[in-house]
Nanobody, 123 residues
């Protein structure tokens, strides 16, 4: 069992930056592939970025490429999503997810989810 807790959301102006953190507890964090998804009101859950258990591989949605960076620190049981050049359309609840058997963009393949952190980008 893995528990994940997101933090770092907030209100920021367009063009600004935020860094989201996802702290994990429970079984060995380093065994899990991690990802970020987001969900805006009235929309489905959308893939943002993923990182492999060893940090060697990353995957980004087209909307995140060049602006967002996912990373992890296994010594701290934490992964991060650095978000730069934020746009109003990035506004959503951002969720951290973990999987011991899957690395990719399918939300149904992740086993553990956090409660989410709100990101609001004003124009």
């Amino acid at each position: 069992q893995v528990q994940v807790v997101e933090s770092g959301g907030g209100l920021v102006q367009a063009g600004g930056s935020l860094r989201l953190s996802c702290a994990a507890s429970g079984r060995a964090f380093r065994m899990y592939d991690m990802a970020w998804f987001r969900q805006a009101p009235g929309k489905g859950r959308e893939f943002v970025a993923a990182i492999s258990w060893d940090g060697e591989s990353t995957l980004y949605a087209d909307s995140a490429k060049g602006r967002f960076t996912i990373s992890r620190d296994n010594a701290k049981n934490t992964n991060y999503l650095q978000m730069n050049s934020l746009k109003p359309e990035d506004s959503a609840v951002y969720y951290c997810a973990a999987s011991s058997r899957y690395y990719g963009d399918n939300p149904g393949s992740y086993d553990y989810w956090g409660q989410g952190t709100q990101v609001t980008v004003s124009s």
